[in-house]
């Protein structure tokens, strides 16, 4: 296994970057299917991108990101965290991976805001 990434101020901005940006590409209910899978696809990890390929753009409750992204960091944890980025339908939650201290964050989950869809 490989070793535990640390956490630098690089990997939070690039985190939460990452949140953001694939946030922006989800949010976007009027965009055709497949340009919208394509986009969104290129954030996710393998798993993600399996859950959300069956998903119809038309069916996404957010059309807008409105504020920046914050993350709840786990020191000893430097392969996942999760983001809250505040939507124009309230605070979406964001699972991001790595793979290691190099590798890019990837989504592999999406938490909508309770009593969304």
Known sequence: MPENPEWTPEDEDAAKQ??????????RPDVEETQWANDFARWLTPEATTSYSALDPANVPVSEVTGPATLDIDETNGFGVIATVPTDIGDYGVQLLRQG??????????????GTK
């Open 18 to 27: 990452v949140a953001e940006d694939a946030l922006a590409d989800f949010a």
């Open 101 to 114: 201290q190099d590798e890019p964050w990837k989504v592999n989950r999406l938490y909508p805001p309770e």
